[in-house]
T-cell receptor, first 109, second 116 residues
Framework: QKEVEQDPGPLSVPEGAIVSLNCTYS??????FMWYRQYSRKGPELLMY????GNKEDGRFTAQVDKSSKYISLFIRDSQPSDSATYLC?????????FGKGTRLSVIA | GAVVSQHPSWVICKSGTSVKIECRSL??????MFWYRQFPKQSLMLMAT?????????EQGVEKDKFLINHASLTLSTLTVTSAHPEDSSFYIC????????????FGPGTRLTVT
């Protein structure tokens, strides 16, 4: 079992939809959880950073962590075509980041 | 703030030659820099972690004599791919952090290496 599992998609939604992206993990030592957005042939951009169970909101983005289930989510409200990218979850304990494979999202106008 | 640059953004080289990629933190001092490799439609794979003034720590399976990392200052790290082969063709991305374990890493735009 890989440390971090993420459905690679692709996921295609109409503009304005609510998008749900998810990752599961197996290492209970992971304490810090991030979501990155990566456009094609670009470096990842940090979107959200959380370290506790519960929800964290930033504009149209909400990150959710459930440590008991080892499950994290990223919700995107009112999705826009500009949100079309690959979204990578990442997490760590006292070790370097471990990334999921990324989910390719397309928001269709 | 927290801008990381990489140079070059794209390089083509012949098999057997060496290529140097630079990673710079432009507006902060990076205690630690990380080098990743990403194949098409795959996730980022950590190659090595470097701290200013000390030897890099390589991940299992990464040849340290092939991928030379130098972290000369708190704003500059370089990755040199020596004796490049076509299978080294990939997207190389660096990141920089102000902490030793990479809390809130900031990524560069990546360098696409093609070895012919």
């Amino acid at each position: 079992q890989k440390e971090v599992e993420q459905d690679p998609g692709p996921l295609s939604v109409p503009e304005g939809a609510i998008v749900s992206l998810n990752c599961t993990y197996s290492n209970s030592a992971f304490q810090y959880f991030m979501w990155y957005r990566q456009y094609s042939r670009k470096g990842p951009e940090l979107l959200m950073y959380t370290y506790s169970s519960g929800n964290k909101e930033d504009g149209r983005f909400t990150a959710q962590v459930d440590k008991s289930s080892k499950y994290i989510s990223l919700f995107i409200r009112d999705s826009q075509p500009s949100d079309s990218a690959t979204y990578l979850c990442a997490m760590r304990g006292n070790t370097p980041l471990v990334f999921g494979k990324g989910t390719r999202l397309s928001v269709i106008a | 703030g927290a801008v990381v640059s990489q140079h070059p953004s794209w390089v083509i080289c012949k098999s057997g030659t060496s290529v140097k990629i630079e990673c710079r933190s432009l507006d902060f001092q990076a205690t630690t820099m990380f080098w990743y490799r990403q194949f098409p439609k795959q996730s980022l794979m950590l190659m090595a972690t470097s701290n200013e003034g000390s030897k890099a720590t390589y991940e299992q399976g990464v040849e340290k004599d092939k991928f030379l990392i130098n972290h000369a200052s708190l704003t500059l790290s370089t990755l040199t791919v020596t004796s490049a082969h076509p299978e080294d063709s990939s997207f190389y991305i660096c990141s920089a952090s102000t902490s030793a374990v990479g809390e809130e890493q900031y990524f560069g735009p990546g360098t696409r290496l093609t070895v012919t």
